[in-house]
């Protein structure tokens, strides 16, 4: 097997992806106010989550949208700096965030390589995160809070319940990149 | 006991323990890296101070944002106030928010919920 090639295969998936989302924000009312792709560390995720605050102070968002969406973000970016996956010969990190802004609302699009063994389990978990309720994801989020404690990798099972309380709509889907792993993609509305 | 005082960061908050001042707060942003790492020290601190059985304590929170791990976090540490208040320590906690702040204030909320413990609450001005 060809392996740079094989790391060009998924890199082109992982851009098409990217770039479709871009494509929906090319006019005055849509437009993407803040991208990354690919390494993050802390330094990055604090440098991001202040330029979100940045940008929405300059829109003049609301306080309580502000701190939705900065609370979304960070859940995503520590999700991903925690548990994504470096994939193909070159390790690339398959990583993006996009957060674009629309008449209504604000959208936080975010994405990163996992390992096919634990997408079916993913794909159950946010279906049924999905079909909660806000009474049912609260009262998630209290038990976990109560029983819950922090993994060896320091993460608490609270994190997609806490993007699903903040956020409005919650979309994901998973995208195959090669016999390893695949792209999780998740979506987060958060409305004005 | 030795004071401990962590300086606040982009992404971590100002912690000061100083019981012979009597001034225990956490102020600022929580988002670590790894939470776990993070408040080791914070939490570590709390249970030796266990030993010293103190006649009272009051710890001030004022959080403008908690990730979810750091939540994690900053529960088992206030379950060391529940230790300290189940060996007679009298224990006060003061939480602090922004008037327009609901999230931070229903955290608050439902550590007091979970804990029992004293909370009093106080808006930023």
Redesign the interface.
């Given at each position: 097997m060809d392996l740079k090639k094989s790391s060009s295969v998924e890199h082109g998936i992982f851009t098409e992806k990217v770039n479709t989302i871009r494509a929906a924000y090319k006019t005055e009312d849509k437009k993407i106010i803040v991208s990354h792709i690919g390494e993050l560390?802390?330094r990055k995720?604090?440098t991001l989550?202040?330029l979100v605050e940045a940008q929405l102070e300059h829109l003049k968002v609301s306080?309580?949208t502000t701190?939705?969406i900065?609370?979304v973000v960070?859940?995503v970016l520590?999700n991903i700096?925690l548990h994504g996956e470096n994939v193909g010969a070159d390790e690339i990190p398959l990583n993006y965030l996009l957060v674009a802004r629309n008449t209504s609302d604000f959208v936080v699009y975010a994405g990163n390589a996992v390992p096919n063994g634990i997408v079916k389990k993913l794909e159950e978990r946010l279906k049924r995160i999905q079909s909660f309720s806000t009474f049912e994801l609260k009262k998630q989020y209290?038990d976990v809070?109560?029983n819950?404690?922090?993994s060896e990798k320091?993460?608490?099972g609270?994190?997609f319940?806490?993007m699903a309380l903040k956020a409005h709509e919650i979309n994901f889907d998973f995208i195959n990149l090669n016999d390893e792993y695949s792209l999780f993609s998740i979506q987060l509305k958060v409305l004005r | 006991m030795t004071r401990f005082e962590l300086e606040e960061t982009?992404?971590t908050p100002h912690i000061v323990f100083d019981s012979e001042a009597n001034k225990f707060s956490i102020e600022g942003k929580s988002?670590?890296?790894?939470?776990?790492?993070f408040y080791r020290r914070v939490i570590d601190w709390m249970e030796q101070y266990k030993a010293e059985k103190p006649a009272a304590i009051s710890l001030s929170f004022n959080l403008f944002?908690l990730?979810?791990?750091s939540?994690?976090?900053v529960?088992?540490l206030l379950l060391k106030l529940v230790d300290l208040q189940n060996q007679g320590t009298k224990v006060s906690v003061t939480w602090k928010y922004?008037h327009?702040?609901?999230?931070i204030k229903k955290t608050g909320e439902?550590y007091q919920?979970?804990t029992k413990l004293n909370f009093v609450y106080k808006v930023n001005v």
């Open positions: 560390d802390q995720i604090n989550s202040s306080k309580t701190k939705k900065f609370n960070i859940e520590q700096a209290m809070l109560t819950g404690s922090l320091g993460g608490a609270l994190g319940l806490t | 982009s992404n988002f670590p890296e790894d939470s776990k790492e944002y990730s979810s791990s939540i994690i976090s529960k088992q922004d327009d702040d609901d999230d439902d919920q979970l």
